[in-house]
Protein backbone atom coordinates (compact mmCIF):
# COMPACT_ATOMS: atom_id res chain seq x y z
CA UNK A 1 0.00 0.00 0.00
CA UNK A 2 1.19 3.09 -0.80
CA UNK A 3 1.10 6.16 2.17
CA UNK A 4 2.44 8.91 -0.30
CA UNK A 5 0.48 12.25 -0.44
CA UNK A 6 -0.83 13.57 -3.77
CA UNK A 7 2.69 15.30 -4.83
CA UNK A 8 5.02 11.74 -4.16
CA UNK A 9 5.82 12.02 -0.62
CA UNK A 10 4.48 11.19 2.84
CA UNK A 11 3.70 13.98 5.20
CA UNK A 12 6.85 15.52 6.86
CA UNK A 13 8.67 14.46 4.00
CA UNK A 14 10.87 16.61 1.05
CA UNK A 15 8.52 17.28 -1.84
CA UNK A 16 11.49 18.47 -3.86
CA UNK A 17 13.39 15.47 -3.57
CA UNK A 18 11.71 12.01 -4.93
CA UNK A 19 10.14 9.92 -2.38
CA UNK A 20 12.56 7.43 -0.43
CA UNK A 21 12.17 3.57 -1.81
CA UNK A 22 12.98 2.53 1.70
CA UNK A 23 10.92 4.39 3.55
CA UNK A 24 8.05 2.26 5.43
CA UNK A 25 4.71 3.04 7.48
CA UNK A 26 2.88 1.22 10.06
CA UNK A 27 -0.80 0.39 10.52
CA UNK A 28 -0.79 1.00 14.36
CA UNK A 29 -4.81 1.70 14.46
CA UNK A 30 -7.90 1.04 13.05
CA UNK A 31 -11.59 1.71 14.37
CA UNK A 32 -14.92 -0.20 13.31
CA UNK A 33 -17.66 1.91 13.57
CA UNK A 34 -21.54 0.93 13.34
CA UNK A 35 -22.37 4.32 11.58
CA UNK A 36 -26.02 6.29 12.13
CA UNK A 37 -27.05 6.03 9.03
CA UNK A 38 -29.51 8.67 9.71
CA UNK A 39 -27.09 10.99 10.97
CA UNK A 40 -24.84 10.50 7.88
CA UNK A 41 -27.81 11.57 5.99
CA UNK A 42 -28.94 14.98 7.79
CA UNK A 43 -25.20 15.70 7.78
CA UNK A 44 -26.18 15.72 3.61
CA UNK A 45 -29.43 17.19 3.84
CA UNK A 46 -27.48 19.99 5.97
CA UNK A 47 -24.78 20.42 3.76
CA UNK A 48 -26.80 21.17 0.64
CA UNK A 49 -28.94 23.55 2.38
CA UNK A 50 -26.70 25.62 4.44
CA UNK A 51 -23.45 24.13 3.95
CA UNK A 52 -21.43 27.54 4.51
CA UNK A 53 -18.41 27.21 6.79
CA UNK A 54 -19.19 30.04 10.05
CA UNK A 55 -22.24 32.62 10.39
CA UNK A 56 -24.59 34.36 7.85
CA UNK A 57 -25.88 37.29 8.74
CA UNK A 58 -29.58 38.38 7.12
CA UNK A 59 -31.04 41.09 8.09
CA UNK A 60 -29.63 41.19 11.64
CA UNK A 61 -30.57 37.77 12.11
CA UNK A 62 -27.49 35.50 12.62
CA UNK A 63 -28.03 32.11 10.71
CA UNK A 64 -25.08 29.00 12.02
CA UNK A 65 -23.40 27.08 9.33
CA UNK A 66 -20.84 24.88 9.57
CA UNK A 67 -20.28 22.88 6.66
CA UNK A 68 -18.04 23.00 3.26
CA UNK A 69 -19.14 25.52 1.36
CA UNK A 70 -21.04 25.03 -1.80
CA UNK A 71 -25.11 25.54 -0.75
CA UNK A 72 -28.25 26.96 -1.35
CA UNK A 73 -28.04 29.59 1.32
CA UNK A 74 -24.54 30.87 -0.11
CA UNK A 75 -25.14 29.88 -3.83
CA UNK A 76 -28.72 31.09 -4.38
CA UNK A 77 -29.26 35.00 -5.00
CA UNK A 78 -29.48 36.74 -1.55
CA UNK A 79 -32.42 38.93 -2.82
CA UNK A 80 -34.32 35.48 -3.39
CA UNK A 81 -36.89 33.66 -1.33
CA UNK A 82 -35.04 30.70 -2.39
CA UNK A 83 -32.19 32.04 -0.34
CA UNK A 84 -34.15 33.22 3.19
CA UNK A 85 -35.91 29.85 2.73
CA UNK A 86 -32.72 27.70 3.25
CA UNK A 87 -31.71 30.05 6.05
CA UNK A 88 -34.96 29.28 7.48
CA UNK A 89 -34.99 25.80 7.17
CA UNK A 90 -31.26 25.76 8.28
CA UNK A 91 -31.82 27.37 11.33
CA UNK A 92 -34.83 25.46 12.59
CA UNK A 93 -32.65 22.14 11.97
CA UNK A 94 -29.93 23.15 14.23
CA UNK A 95 -32.62 24.69 16.77
CA UNK A 96 -34.37 20.84 16.85
CA UNK A 97 -30.90 19.18 16.86
CA UNK A 98 -30.17 17.78 20.54
CA UNK A 99 -26.84 16.15 20.94
CA UNK A 100 -27.23 12.96 22.25
CA UNK A 101 -30.92 12.52 21.56
CA UNK A 102 -31.69 10.25 18.29
CA UNK A 103 -35.25 11.06 18.05
CA UNK A 104 -34.27 14.96 17.31
CA UNK A 105 -32.32 13.59 14.11
CA UNK A 106 -35.43 12.12 12.61
CA UNK A 107 -37.32 15.63 13.60
CA UNK A 108 -34.54 17.28 11.86
CA UNK A 109 -34.67 15.18 8.50
CA UNK A 110 -38.55 16.20 8.86
CA UNK A 111 -38.06 19.62 8.63
CA UNK A 112 -35.10 19.19 5.75
CA UNK A 113 -37.91 17.31 3.80
CA UNK A 114 -39.59 20.99 3.88
CA UNK A 115 -36.88 22.00 1.28
CA UNK A 116 -35.28 18.85 -0.34
CA UNK A 117 -38.38 16.93 -0.75
CA UNK A 118 -39.28 12.85 0.62
CA UNK A 119 -37.98 11.56 -2.12
CA UNK A 120 -33.69 11.50 -1.62
CA UNK A 121 -32.80 8.62 0.38
CA UNK A 122 -33.35 6.65 -2.85
CA UNK A 123 -33.59 6.65 -6.59
CA UNK A 124 -36.75 7.66 -7.03
CA UNK A 125 -35.72 11.02 -6.88
CA UNK A 126 -34.87 10.83 -10.22
CA UNK A 127 -38.28 9.40 -11.03
CA UNK A 128 -40.14 12.30 -11.85
CA UNK A 129 -41.04 13.65 -15.39
CA UNK A 130 -39.69 17.53 -14.94
CA UNK A 131 -36.83 17.65 -17.62
CA UNK A 132 -33.60 17.67 -16.39
CA UNK A 133 -30.83 20.04 -17.94
CA UNK A 134 -28.01 18.15 -16.38
CA UNK A 135 -26.62 15.18 -16.90
CA UNK A 136 -24.26 13.32 -14.08
CA UNK A 137 -21.94 10.63 -14.59
CA UNK A 138 -19.43 9.23 -12.52
CA UNK A 139 -15.69 9.18 -13.56
CA UNK A 140 -12.07 8.24 -11.92
CA UNK A 141 -9.48 10.19 -13.73
CA UNK A 142 -6.47 8.29 -13.13
CA UNK A 143 -3.26 9.77 -15.17
CA UNK A 144 -1.56 6.54 -15.98
CA UNK A 145 1.89 8.44 -14.52
CA UNK A 146 2.46 12.12 -13.36
CA UNK A 147 3.16 12.50 -9.88
CA UNK A 148 3.88 8.39 -9.40
CA UNK A 149 4.87 5.46 -11.40
CA UNK A 150 3.45 3.66 -13.55
CA UNK A 151 3.17 0.49 -10.56
CA UNK A 152 1.60 3.17 -8.51
CA UNK A 153 -1.24 3.44 -11.28
CA UNK A 154 -1.61 0.22 -11.37
CA UNK A 155 -3.03 0.04 -7.47
CA UNK A 156 -4.59 3.51 -8.21
CA UNK A 157 -7.07 1.68 -10.72
CA UNK A 158 -7.48 -1.46 -8.55
CA UNK A 159 -8.43 0.57 -5.17
CA UNK A 160 -10.91 3.04 -7.38
CA UNK A 161 -12.34 0.54 -9.44
CA UNK A 162 -13.39 -1.67 -6.83
CA UNK A 163 -14.84 1.25 -4.77
CA UNK A 164 -16.93 1.58 -7.45
CA UNK A 165 -17.94 -1.69 -8.52
CA UNK A 166 -19.64 -1.68 -4.71
CA UNK A 167 -21.36 1.90 -5.29
CA UNK A 168 -22.80 0.46 -8.07
CA UNK A 169 -24.09 -2.06 -6.07
CA UNK A 170 -25.80 0.14 -3.46
CA UNK A 171 -27.29 3.15 -6.12
CA UNK A 172 -29.10 1.95 -9.15
CA UNK A 173 -28.36 5.79 -10.87
CA UNK A 174 -25.00 5.10 -10.43
CA UNK A 175 -23.10 5.12 -13.66
CA UNK A 176 -19.29 4.85 -13.94
CA UNK A 177 -17.50 5.83 -17.13
CA UNK A 178 -13.77 5.08 -17.30
CA UNK A 179 -11.25 5.42 -20.37
CA UNK A 180 -7.49 3.66 -21.35
CA UNK A 181 -7.68 0.11 -22.48
CA UNK A 182 -4.10 -0.04 -20.94
CA UNK A 183 -5.51 0.29 -17.43
CA UNK A 184 -8.20 -2.48 -18.04
CA UNK A 185 -4.93 -4.64 -19.36
CA UNK A 186 -3.11 -3.57 -15.99
CA UNK A 187 -6.43 -4.80 -14.45
CA UNK A 188 -6.70 -8.34 -16.15
CA UNK A 189 -2.76 -8.99 -15.41
CA UNK A 190 -2.60 -7.90 -12.23
CA UNK A 191 -6.01 -8.32 -10.62
CA UNK A 192 -7.86 -10.73 -12.52
CA UNK A 193 -10.83 -11.08 -10.26
CA UNK A 194 -11.30 -7.49 -10.19
CA UNK A 195 -11.26 -7.37 -13.56
CA UNK A 196 -14.30 -10.16 -13.43
CA UNK A 197 -16.26 -7.92 -11.10
CA UNK A 198 -16.00 -5.02 -13.60
CA UNK A 199 -16.73 -7.10 -16.50
CA UNK A 200 -19.83 -8.13 -15.05
CA UNK A 201 -20.82 -4.47 -14.57
CA UNK A 202 -19.78 -3.66 -18.20
CA UNK A 203 -22.40 -5.91 -19.26
CA UNK A 204 -25.03 -4.92 -16.92
CA UNK A 205 -24.38 -1.41 -18.50
CA UNK A 206 -23.20 0.52 -15.09
CA UNK A 207 -19.65 -0.23 -15.54
CA UNK A 208 -18.85 2.09 -19.11
CA UNK A 209 -15.90 1.53 -20.78
CA UNK A 210 -15.69 4.96 -23.05
CA UNK A 211 -12.75 6.91 -24.80
CA UNK A 212 -11.21 4.02 -27.99
CA UNK A 213 -7.41 4.85 -27.33
CA UNK A 214 -4.61 2.84 -25.45
CA UNK A 215 -4.14 6.24 -22.99
CA UNK A 216 -5.46 9.81 -22.80
CA UNK A 217 -2.58 10.71 -25.08
CA UNK A 218 -0.64 13.29 -26.09
CA UNK A 219 -2.15 14.44 -29.27
CA UNK A 220 0.96 16.87 -30.56
CA UNK A 221 4.08 15.47 -30.57
CA UNK A 222 3.45 11.16 -31.40
CA UNK A 223 3.26 10.38 -35.29
CA UNK A 224 0.44 10.45 -37.43
CA UNK A 225 0.77 6.40 -37.38
CA UNK A 226 0.92 6.58 -33.47
CA UNK A 227 -2.28 8.42 -33.20
CA UNK A 228 -3.85 5.91 -35.51
CA UNK A 229 -2.16 2.91 -33.69
CA UNK A 230 -4.04 4.42 -30.08
CA UNK A 231 -7.21 4.03 -31.54
CA UNK A 232 -6.41 0.63 -33.30
CA UNK A 233 -4.97 -0.57 -30.53
CA UNK A 234 -7.90 0.98 -28.31
CA UNK A 235 -10.52 -0.08 -30.02
CA UNK A 236 -9.61 -3.62 -30.83
CA UNK A 237 -9.01 -3.98 -26.86
CA UNK A 238 -12.50 -2.63 -25.82
CA UNK A 239 -14.20 -4.84 -28.48
CA UNK A 240 -11.95 -8.03 -27.86
CA UNK A 241 -13.13 -7.30 -23.88
CA UNK A 242 -16.87 -5.95 -24.18
CA UNK A 243 -18.39 -6.61 -27.14
CA UNK A 244 -18.00 -3.64 -28.69
CA UNK A 245 -16.38 -0.12 -29.59
CA UNK A 246 -16.61 3.07 -28.05
CA UNK A 247 -18.56 5.50 -29.94
CA UNK A 248 -17.35 8.87 -28.09
CA UNK A 249 -13.43 9.81 -28.11
CA UNK A 250 -12.71 11.13 -24.15
CA UNK A 251 -9.64 13.10 -23.63
CA UNK A 252 -10.51 15.59 -21.01
CA UNK A 253 -6.99 16.45 -19.80
CA UNK A 254 -4.01 17.24 -22.57
CA UNK A 255 -2.24 20.09 -23.89
CA UNK A 256 -3.68 20.95 -26.82
CA UNK A 257 -5.80 19.03 -29.58
CA UNK A 258 -4.50 18.13 -33.03
CA UNK A 259 -6.44 18.88 -36.44
CA UNK A 260 -6.02 15.59 -37.45
CA UNK A 261 -8.14 14.37 -34.80
CA UNK A 262 -11.78 14.44 -36.05
CA UNK A 263 -10.84 12.57 -38.47
CA UNK A 264 -9.15 9.97 -37.30
CA UNK A 265 -12.10 9.69 -34.97
CA UNK A 266 -14.67 8.99 -37.65
CA UNK A 267 -12.36 6.49 -38.74
CA UNK A 268 -11.95 4.75 -35.92
CA UNK A 269 -15.83 5.01 -35.67
CA UNK A 270 -16.48 7.42 -33.25
CA UNK A 271 -18.33 10.98 -34.13
CA UNK A 272 -18.12 12.18 -30.51
CA UNK A 273 -15.90 13.94 -28.43
CA UNK A 274 -15.58 15.50 -24.31
CA UNK A 275 -13.27 17.09 -23.65
CA UNK A 276 -12.10 19.95 -20.94
CA UNK A 277 -9.06 21.23 -21.09
CA UNK A 278 -9.42 23.85 -22.88
CA UNK A 279 -11.86 25.82 -19.84
CA UNK A 280 -8.39 26.33 -18.47
CA UNK A 281 -6.82 28.66 -20.94
CA UNK A 282 -5.50 31.30 -19.45
CA UNK A 283 -5.90 34.34 -22.33
CA UNK A 284 -8.93 33.86 -24.39
CA UNK A 285 -11.68 32.01 -23.32
CA UNK A 286 -12.84 29.22 -25.56
CA UNK A 287 -16.29 30.41 -27.18
CA UNK A 288 -18.46 27.60 -26.92
CA UNK A 289 -19.28 24.30 -24.57
CA UNK A 290 -21.34 22.21 -27.48
CA UNK A 291 -20.49 22.50 -31.06
CA UNK A 292 -18.57 20.83 -34.24
CA UNK A 293 -15.28 20.26 -34.48
CA UNK A 294 -13.81 20.07 -37.98
CA UNK A 295 -10.66 18.76 -39.28
CA UNK A 296 -8.58 19.61 -42.02
CA UNK A 297 -9.90 17.25 -44.57
CA UNK A 298 -13.99 18.10 -43.48
CA UNK A 299 -14.45 15.66 -41.37
CA UNK A 300 -16.02 16.56 -37.58
CA UNK A 301 -17.09 15.23 -34.70
CA UNK A 302 -20.21 16.46 -32.31
CA UNK A 303 -17.72 17.87 -29.37
CA UNK A 304 -18.99 19.14 -25.53
CA UNK A 305 -16.88 20.82 -22.92
CA UNK A 306 -19.03 20.48 -19.17
CA UNK A 307 -19.13 23.93 -18.33
CA UNK A 308 -18.43 23.09 -14.64
CA UNK A 309 -15.40 23.24 -16.15
CA UNK A 310 -13.89 20.48 -14.40
CA UNK A 311 -13.80 16.42 -15.26
CA UNK A 312 -13.55 15.71 -11.57
CA UNK A 313 -16.46 17.94 -9.94
CA UNK A 314 -17.28 17.14 -6.42
CA UNK A 315 -21.10 17.14 -7.10
CA UNK A 316 -21.68 20.13 -5.02
CA UNK A 317 -24.46 22.44 -5.66
CA UNK A 318 -22.42 24.72 -7.30
CA UNK A 319 -20.74 22.42 -9.62
CA UNK A 320 -25.06 21.92 -10.46
CA UNK A 321 -25.81 25.50 -10.54
CA UNK A 322 -22.47 26.62 -12.78
CA UNK A 323 -23.40 23.42 -15.04
CA UNK A 324 -26.20 25.73 -16.51
CA UNK A 325 -24.73 29.40 -15.53
CA UNK A 326 -21.07 28.87 -17.28
CA UNK A 327 -23.23 26.96 -20.51
CA UNK A 328 -21.28 29.08 -23.39
CA UNK A 329 -23.87 27.32 -26.42
CA UNK A 330 -27.30 28.10 -24.62
CA UNK A 331 -28.25 29.87 -27.68
CA UNK A 332 -28.54 26.06 -29.41
CA UNK A 333 -29.33 23.79 -26.55
CA UNK A 334 -29.09 24.19 -22.51
CA UNK A 335 -28.39 20.56 -21.87
CA UNK A 336 -24.93 19.95 -20.03
CA UNK A 337 -22.82 16.78 -18.59
CA UNK A 338 -21.38 17.47 -15.10
CA UNK A 339 -18.38 14.96 -15.35
CA UNK A 340 -17.87 13.78 -10.76
CA UNK A 341 -15.71 12.11 -8.90
CA UNK A 342 -12.31 12.03 -6.83
CA UNK A 343 -9.87 11.43 -9.75
CA UNK A 344 -6.09 10.71 -9.71
CA UNK A 345 -6.43 7.26 -7.31
CA UNK A 346 -9.11 9.00 -4.88
CA UNK A 347 -11.29 6.74 -6.03
CA UNK A 348 -13.63 8.01 -8.18
CA UNK A 349 -17.17 9.35 -7.24
CA UNK A 350 -17.90 8.76 -3.02
CA UNK A 351 -21.24 7.95 -1.59
CA UNK A 352 -21.34 11.29 -0.54
CA UNK A 353 -21.86 12.72 -4.32
CA UNK A 354 -24.46 10.33 -5.38
CA UNK A 355 -25.93 11.53 -2.20
CA UNK A 356 -25.34 15.40 -2.76
CA UNK A 357 -26.80 14.91 -6.03
CA UNK A 358 -30.37 13.35 -5.32
CA UNK A 359 -30.64 16.18 -2.62
CA UNK A 360 -29.89 18.83 -5.72
CA UNK A 361 -32.14 16.94 -7.78
CA UNK A 362 -35.02 16.72 -4.59
CA UNK A 363 -34.52 20.35 -3.77
CA UNK A 364 -35.08 21.59 -7.76
CA UNK A 365 -38.49 19.46 -7.92
CA UNK A 366 -39.35 21.33 -4.21
CA UNK A 367 -38.25 24.80 -4.55
CA UNK A 368 -36.91 25.03 -8.03
CA UNK A 369 -33.82 27.69 -9.40
CA UNK A 370 -31.54 24.85 -9.19
CA UNK A 371 -30.99 22.76 -12.51
CA UNK A 372 -32.21 19.90 -12.95
CA UNK A 373 -29.49 16.99 -12.81
CA UNK A 374 -30.18 13.69 -13.47
CA UNK A 375 -28.35 10.76 -13.12
CA UNK A 376 -28.88 6.95 -14.84
CA UNK A 377 -27.88 7.91 -18.00
CA UNK A 378 -24.72 7.17 -20.17
CA UNK A 379 -22.16 9.44 -21.68
CA UNK A 380 -23.66 8.18 -24.93
CA UNK A 381 -27.31 8.48 -24.24
CA UNK A 382 -26.46 12.58 -23.53
CA UNK A 383 -25.03 12.62 -27.24
CA UNK A 384 -27.56 10.92 -28.92
CA UNK A 385 -29.81 13.37 -27.66
CA UNK A 386 -28.00 16.01 -29.36
CA UNK A 387 -27.76 14.34 -32.42
CA UNK A 388 -31.67 14.42 -32.39
CA UNK A 389 -31.81 17.75 -32.03
CA UNK A 390 -28.83 18.20 -34.73
CA UNK A 391 -31.63 16.14 -36.92
CA UNK A 392 -34.52 18.45 -35.84
CA UNK A 393 -32.78 21.54 -36.85
CA UNK A 394 -30.64 22.34 -33.83
CA UNK A 395 -27.60 24.30 -35.85
CA UNK A 396 -24.22 24.15 -33.68
CA UNK A 397 -21.16 26.49 -34.12
CA UNK A 398 -17.86 24.68 -35.84
CA UNK A 399 -14.80 25.23 -34.75
CA UNK A 400 -12.33 24.25 -37.73
CA UNK A 401 -8.78 23.30 -37.17
CA UNK A 402 -6.77 22.73 -33.91
CA UNK A 403 -7.61 23.54 -30.70
CA UNK A 404 -4.81 25.31 -29.02
CA UNK A 405 -4.17 25.16 -25.38
CA UNK A 406 -3.56 28.57 -23.84
CA UNK A 407 -1.96 27.00 -20.66
CA UNK A 408 0.57 24.29 -20.13
CA UNK A 409 4.23 25.53 -22.23
CA UNK A 410 7.37 23.94 -22.81
CA UNK A 411 5.44 20.73 -24.13
CA UNK A 412 7.28 20.62 -26.94
CA UNK A 413 11.09 21.09 -25.25
CA UNK A 414 10.99 19.71 -21.75
CA UNK A 415 12.58 16.23 -21.34
CA UNK A 416 13.85 16.13 -24.46
CA UNK A 417 15.69 13.21 -24.05
CA UNK A 418 11.83 11.50 -23.69
CA UNK A 419 10.87 12.94 -26.89
CA UNK A 420 13.76 11.70 -29.33
CA UNK A 421 13.49 8.28 -27.48
CA UNK A 422 9.72 8.25 -28.76
CA UNK A 423 10.77 9.46 -32.23
CA UNK A 424 13.52 6.86 -32.74
CA UNK A 425 11.24 3.67 -31.58
CA UNK A 426 8.30 5.36 -33.91
CA UNK A 427 10.99 5.19 -37.03
CA UNK A 428 12.06 1.53 -35.55
CA UNK A 429 8.88 0.21 -35.55
CA UNK A 430 8.29 1.34 -39.19
CA UNK A 431 11.69 -0.17 -40.63
CA UNK A 432 10.48 -3.82 -38.16
CA UNK A 433 7.21 -3.90 -39.69
CA UNK A 434 8.49 -3.05 -43.10
CA UNK A 435 11.31 -6.07 -42.83
CA UNK A 436 8.87 -8.64 -40.82
CA UNK A 437 6.26 -7.87 -43.77
CA UNK A 438 8.77 -8.39 -46.41
CA UNK A 439 10.30 -11.60 -44.95
CA UNK A 440 6.51 -13.10 -44.41
CA UNK A 441 5.75 -12.62 -48.07
CA UNK A 442 9.08 -13.26 -49.67
CA UNK A 443 8.84 -17.03 -49.81
CA UNK A 444 5.35 -16.20 -51.59
CA UNK A 445 6.61 -14.61 -54.38
CA UNK A 446 9.40 -16.60 -54.93
CA UNK A 447 7.54 -20.15 -54.53
CA UNK A 448 9.36 -21.49 -51.88
CA UNK A 449 8.86 -22.11 -48.02
CA UNK A 450 10.31 -21.33 -44.60
CA UNK A 451 8.97 -21.05 -41.13
CA UNK A 452 9.20 -18.07 -40.73
CA UNK A 453 6.31 -16.27 -39.39
CA UNK A 454 5.14 -12.70 -38.79
CA UNK A 455 5.66 -11.99 -35.64
CA UNK A 456 2.40 -10.18 -34.81
CA UNK A 457 2.23 -10.05 -30.93
CA UNK A 458 5.64 -8.99 -30.45
CA UNK A 459 5.18 -6.55 -32.70
CA UNK A 460 1.66 -5.65 -30.39
CA UNK A 461 3.70 -5.82 -27.15
CA UNK A 462 6.34 -3.14 -28.58
CA UNK A 463 3.32 -0.54 -29.74
CA UNK A 464 1.33 -0.74 -26.31
CA UNK A 465 4.57 0.05 -24.52
CA UNK A 466 5.35 3.25 -26.98
CA UNK A 467 1.60 4.16 -26.77
CA UNK A 468 1.97 3.92 -22.92
CA UNK A 469 4.89 6.19 -22.97
CA UNK A 470 2.96 8.69 -25.38
CA UNK A 471 0.46 9.36 -22.22
CA UNK A 472 -0.10 12.94 -22.26
CA UNK A 473 2.12 13.98 -18.62
CA UNK A 474 4.68 11.21 -20.07
CA UNK A 475 5.58 12.40 -23.72
CA UNK A 476 5.28 16.47 -23.01
CA UNK A 477 7.59 16.31 -20.09
CA UNK A 478 5.10 16.98 -17.33
CA UNK A 479 6.07 14.04 -15.02
CA UNK A 480 8.40 13.41 -11.88
CA UNK A 481 11.29 11.52 -12.31
CA UNK A 482 10.77 8.27 -11.23
CA UNK A 483 8.52 8.29 -14.32
CA UNK A 484 11.01 8.72 -16.76
CA UNK A 485 12.79 6.26 -15.31
CA UNK A 486 9.96 3.93 -16.44
CA UNK A 487 9.52 4.84 -19.93
CA UNK A 488 13.66 4.77 -19.96
CA UNK A 489 13.28 1.09 -19.24
CA UNK A 490 10.92 0.81 -22.12
Not at 101 to 109: A, G, L, M, V
Not at 172 to 195: G, I
Not at 208 to 214: F, K, V
Not at 403 to 427: C, I, P, S
Amino acid sequence: MACNGMFGNAAGADNIQPPKPDRYFELQMADIVAVNLEARALFVDFWIIAGERGMIERDGTQYLTHLPPSDAAREFPEESWEEHRALQVANAIIDAFVVGDPRSIDKCRTIAQEYLGNQVDSEAVYASDKEALVYAVGHCHIDSCWLWPWDETKRKVARSWANQCDLLDRYPEHRFVCSQAQQYKWLVQHYPSLYERVKAKVKAGTFQPIGGSWVEHDTNMPSGESLVRQFLYGQRFFESHFGERSRTFWLPDTFGYSSQIPQICRLAGMSRFLTQKLSWNNINRFPHTTFNWVALDGSQVLCHMPPSETYTASAHFGDVKRSISQHKSMDQDNTSMLVFGIGDGGGGPTFQQIEKLRRCRGLSDKIGLLPRVKMGESVDDFFAKLEKKIQQGTDFPTWYGELYFELHRGTYTTQAKNKRDNRRAEVLMHDIEYVATFASIRDVLHGTSSSYKYPKQDIDELWEMILLCQFHDCLPGSSIEMCYDDSDKV
